[in-house]
């Protein structure tokens, strides 16, 4: 495994990181249970192969996945760093921070967190929830008591609003320790904001390095791209993000014991890219770049539409139409999900509830009309 210092926070972190929202999971009538047999497996193998940071969050894993990363780590919980995240609403203050952390502590059962998280804010929440609840110094206090290790941020919102963040909390007095944000190779647009934050001593963690599984699909992108033998694309993918000068860890929701073996190789590989490499690459995936336009992440939050029109699912087909060039394949995706009844752009009621909702800020309506007609609706 490769480690790199995890910002100037005095660890050193895995280059892989273990994102907790895939653990396997069982139903028992309504509802829903982590496999906790697997799931400690697949802990304990991650950890003996060198992963030593893990990211739980409350909601995960149907409000799960903290209880089942805590039992899973008991043997070796001191060795590792565990990052979780504090959900805000509008009306959490100080008390409701307080209260979310110790409900974490108590889930995880563990007497701190690593690197507790304010989860996916903007500078909206930031504004708003953070500043004006005195969160930030609910969190100084945490910190001081010990029973946070690092105060640490996800995010989600325009890039500029990283430096925003930052900045703003240096000022009242809090430093912000660590940041996880999406970064791969078909979204960079925080690039320019993980150099910032490196430079001002943050660790920096990129969710979604696969591209939402995107990338995780054969491809000869990689010889397309460099003109090189082919390699998987997770391969790719990863490397790309950890080619990257100012980026500590890439963080995968891993589901199965082969994934994570998979993904520790190439964590653990030496000959990972080097900077050159990795802009040489950023470079020529200006090329395809067209693909951007359209930067579904998959997250769902255009759901459900009206007519039931599974736009995310729609939108994969077109990745592994215009990115993969698997052009065959996502028409024959398309030919069986119409085969079971699904919907596409022909029941749409133009009601433009999805791009309301839709984070990445997609007209969704204007590229679901083009990709089922180019993949045959
Ligand atoms: S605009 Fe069309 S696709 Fe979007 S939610 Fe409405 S019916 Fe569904
Ligand atoms: S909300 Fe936008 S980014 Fe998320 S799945 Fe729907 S279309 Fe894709």
Redesign the pocket.
Known sequence: MNYRDFGATGEKISALGFGCMRFPEYKKGEESFVDREKTDEMIAYAYENGVNYFDTAPGYCNRNSEAALGHAVKGFRDKILISTKCPLGDDTDADGYRKKLEMSLSRIDTDYIDFYHFWGIGKGDFDNIILKNGLLEAAAKAKEEGLIRHISFSFHDDPSAIKYIIDTAEERGVRMESMLCQYNLLDRSNEEMLKYAHEKGLGTIAMGPVGGGRLAAPTDLYTKLTGKPTIATYELAFKFCLGNPNLNCALSGMENLDMIKKNIAVASDKTAFSASEWEQLGAAMEEVKKFSELYCTGCKY?QP?????N?PRIFEMWTYYNVYGLKDHAKHMMAKYIEKGGKT?A?????????KKCPQHLK??EN?EKVCKTLGE
């Open positions: 255009c539409c009206p007519v039931e029109i736009i752009f029941d749409c009621k133009q009601c433009g509830l999805c791009e969704i309506r679901l």
